[in-house]
Nanobody, 116 residues
Framework: VQLVESGGGLVQAGGSLRLSCAAS????????FGWYRQAPGNQREMVAV???????NYVDGVKGRFTISRDNAKKTVYLQMNSLNLDDTAVYYC???????????WGQGTQVTVSS
């Protein structure tokens, strides 16, 4: 599975960004996806996950602000991020878990920087 992320950038606090993760190389509908992030000096943490049937889960700090979604026709997963704050600054990574091969794949990461 190959993953290409896009949509990161610099945004002011309170603003919004939408990250995209385009996947190829496997049957998209059989892949569960997650968005993770890693800030300098911190461990990588799960932000949001979506299953093959569209069930979602979020880390507490982003509930109500972030939304993960998938478009099986476009083979793309999205992370809509609203009401961004300084703590959301990190490199965001897309993860794909192939539920048939039981293998995990990572994208290259996209930087999100929130300024005051």
């Amino acid at each position: 599975v190959q993953l290409v992320e896009s949509g990161g950038g610099l945004v002011q606090a309170g603003g919004s960004l939408r990250l995209s993760c385009a996947a190829s190389g496997s049957i998209f509908s059989r892949i569960a996806f997650g968005w993770y992030r890693q800030a300098p000096g911190n461990q990588r943490e799960m932000v949001a996950v979506i299953t093959t049937v569209g069930s979602t889960n979020y880390v507490d700090g982003v509930k109500g602000r972030f939304t993960i979604s998938r478009d099986n026709a476009k083979k793309t997963v999205y992370l809509q991020m609203n009401s961004l704050n300084l703590d959301d600054t990190a490199v965001y990574y897309c993860n794909a878990f192939d539920t048939t091969q039981h293998k995990s794949y990572w994208g290259q990461g996209t930087q999100v920087t929130v300024s005051s």
